[in-house]
């Protein structure tokens, strides 16, 4: 393939080579483009802000205007104006997407974000028929792995068995258990070194090359397949693994059948019992461990090589126009009635007449403010769904200090009961089917006056994962899992802190008195990063 075309590659993390995104530059784009320009997202707006980093991002495209934009989305990083201006400042430049983790995201995320480019990757490939579904055409799916970062070293296996990665869902109780049947196991990776009885298995933090060595080093890698929700999933450390010619103890997942279709390449294992066992039987029998690795390695080289993907994939993309974004995309069609909750005191009959002329209700309120676009997005999400209710995550916001958290609606429905859960839920952020809404008007009414109700369940609500809304009312509940609101306040300390600016900027000083009279969140969340700095510095 002749090298041809400019590409920017400004995907999240592309500067750090530890990230999948860091590692793809030059290696794999390097080899099918000219010219690559990275700008790396999280860098700038740890170094400057949010804001800062949507306007550079613009104009560096206005400057060199790529054929190519490759693009990780995260979460909120770009505004969605960001996005839509793109084919404004360079109408000819193709805007491409990594969507990493459809199997939690699709529904309530990615099936958003995926119209408004021109190519979606996709990793987890039973996802590909719902983009199909949805009318998203230009999908690729990209499972695999630089060839020229992962091989076989031919090195000592000095380790028994290792893991890496993070202490996620039961991890931790599986480790332990290996740990206390006798297995030497070595672990590796962020969020281990809070074990104290794991101090003497834990190998620390890994670079990217360290890691290939440790897969290089261990007679069996434990490969680890749940996600967050506590589901199997595609993980691509099973092709890593194997692209060291190294072995790989998977746990059970019936999509790595469709990588692997040969049964002899990979081996799986249901439970911690059935763990132990295979451990404990691979480690005694060497021949036969290294053989299986030896044919997941050749499997891996002839059909998983990112590389080739990527090179079919720009191929197919080279012919292409860019795409013109549809203008009628954020028009809407359908009329939202919006109420105030003081009006949900109105009788049944006048709420049944107000509503005659519209499509969909919603609320509002004094202290909280619908950002652009939320009419549209859950709207799609009703129609795309064929569900009654949207709910959208939201900010809260001070005046002197901008969006401070960010609730995440879809993961506090799975982790909380639902009592909980209502009580961090504002009117605002639906939007309901009339229909529906006046069959259970009186649920609703319940719902939002924190009472016992029937209306919250998976059959009912779509989940929007994009904050469409800022409000200044904080949750008056005591609630330990703080990954439910993001902490967005802590951009803006990075940034204060990388200026030298830490103990000079008002904006601290606001947020600590803020965080003491009017958020406990923000507060909790400040005294745990600084026992979390305290007990890195004095292990």
Excluded at 267 to 282: A, Q, R, S, T, W
Excluded at 329 to 334: I, S, V
Aim: net charge positive.
């Amino acid at each position: 393939m002749i090298k041809q075309g400019k590409i920017l590659l400004a995907s999240w993390a592309c500067h750090n080579k530890n990230y999948m995104s860091g590692q793809i530059s030059e290696r794999i784009l390097g080899k099918i483009f000219k010219e690559i320009i990275t700008f790396d997202p999280q860098e700038v707006t740890y170094n400057y802000g949010k804001k800062e980093m949507n306007e550079s991002f613009l104009k560096v495209i206005k400057k060199e205007r790529p054929d190519y934009i490759f693009l990780w989305l995260i979460y909120d990083e770009f505004y969605i104006d960001t996005l839509l201006r793109i084919r404004e400042v360079s109408p000819l430049s193709k805007v491409i997407n990594f969507f990493g983790d459809d199997d939690t995201l699709f529904y309530n995320y990615s099936r958003y974000y995926a119209p408004l480019f021109d190519a979606s990757l996709i990793f987890q490939r039973n996802f590909f028929p719902e983009y199909k579904k949805e009318g998203i055409t230009s999908v690729f799916i990209t499972m695999g792995v630089d060839l020229e970062s992962y091989g076989d070293l031919k090195i000592e296996k000095k380790y028994d068995v290792s893991f890496i990665g993070t202490p996620k869902s039961d991890r931790y109780e599986m480790i332990k258990y290996l740990i206390n049947n006798g297995i030497n196991v070595k672990v590796f990776g962020f969020g281990w070194e809070v074990y104290p009885d794991l101090a003497k298995y834990y190998g620390g933090k890994l670079s990217n090359e360290d890691f290939v060595r440790v897969i290089n080093q261990s007679k069996i890698n434990i490969c680890l397949t749940k996600n967050y929700q506590d589901k199997p999933h595609y993980k691509g450390r099973i092709i890593e693994i194997s692209a060291c010619k190294s072995f790989a103890l998977n746990e059970y997942f019936d999509g790595y059948s469709k990588i692997y279709k040969e049964s002899k390449e990979i081996v799986m294992f249901k439970d911690k019992e059935d763990l132990l066992n295979k451990v404990k039987y691979y480690l005694r029998n060497e021949k036969e461990r290294e053989k299986i690795a030896e044919m997941a390695y050749k499997e891996t080289l002839s059909n998983l090589s990112l590389e080739v993907q990527f090179i079919n994939l720009f191929k197919k993309l080279f012919s292409k126009k860019a795409k013109k974004l549809d203008k009628t995309f954020f028009e809407e069609n359908k009329r939202v009635l919006y109420l105030t909750k003081e009006s949900l005191h109105l009788n049944y009959h006048d709420i049944k007449k107000a509503l005659k002329n519209f499509d969909y209700v919603s609320f509002t309120d004094k202290n909280s403010e619908q950002l652009k676009y939320k009419e549209h997005f859950q709207i799609y999400s009703l129609e795309k769904s064929g569900k009654d209710i949207s709910i959208c995550d939201y900010y809260i916001y001070e005046k002197n200090l901008g969006n401070c958290l960010s609730f995440q609606s879809n993961n506090a429905f799975l982790m909380l009961n639902k009592e909980t859960f209502s009580k961090l839920l504002l009117p605002e952020q639906f939007i309901i089917k009339k229909n529906f809404f006046i069959k259970n008007y009186k649920q609703f009414i319940k719902l939002f006056n924190n009472q016992k109700n029937s209306i919250l369940n998976y059959e009912n609500i779509v989940f929007v994962s994009i904050p469409l809304l800022k409000t200044t009312t904080v949750p008056k509940l005591k609630l330990n899992k703080n990954e439910l609101f993001l902490p967005k306040f802590e951009d803006k300390l990075r940034s204060i802190n990388q200026q030298g600016k830490l103990f000079l900027d008002a904006y601290v000083y606001k947020l600590i008195i803020y965080s003491i009279f009017r958020n406990k969140f923000i507060k909790d969340r400040i005294i745990k990063r600084l026992k979390d700095e305290l007990k890195k510095r004095f292990r």
